[in-house]
């Protein structure tokens, strides 16, 4: 901080002190002030624009979130049903299929265990 006599308040954001050395006119004082003041206002419309921009972006993120959370139980129940399927299939084979059938049976089974992964 520069020290001297006159101490002002610049920005209503900031609330920056800033001493000003009593050498200084009374026009460079107004730029310096004129300065920061402007440099307040793009800053702040750059933070407000960068708090839009995030808060988009985790609102994005939720709903990728989400979407993701449907689709890994989507799979799961996709893959509950299969072998739900796979057992009921080899239930039946056991209960259809005759001992003479073998050859049949051994593809089935086989196709039955791909099934079921």
Same mark, same amino acid.
Do not use: C
């Given at each position: ?11 209503? &954001? #900031? ?5 000003? +050395? #009593?050498?200084? *006119? *009374?026009? &460079? ?8 003041? #402007?440099?307040?206002?793009? *800053? %702040?419309?750059?933070?407000? %624009? ?16 989400? %979407?993701? &959370?449907?689709?890994?139980?989507? #799979? ?21 299929? %005759?001992? *003479?059938?073998? +050859?049949?049976?051994?593809?089935? &089974? ?8």
């Amino acid at each position: 901080m520069i020290k001297g006599e006159h101490v002002m308040y610049v920005g209503e &954001t #900031s609330r920056q002190m800033i001493d000003f +050395p #009593s050498s200084y *006119t *009374t026009d &460079t004082r107004k730029f310096i002030d004129d300065t920061l003041s #402007s440099l307040d206002s793009h *800053t %702040k419309g750059f933070v407000e %624009k960068m708090d839009e921009m995030i808060k988009e972006i985790e609102e994005r993120s939720s709903i990728w979130k989400g %979407k993701v &959370t449907e689709m890994k139980k989507q #799979s799961e129940h996709i893959v509950s049903q299969r072998r739900s399927l796979a057992v009921e299939l080899l239930d039946f084979k056991k209960k259809t299929f %005759k001992s *003479t059938e073998k +050859p049949f049976i051994l593809g089935f &089974t086989i196709s039955v265990r791909k099934l079921l992964g």
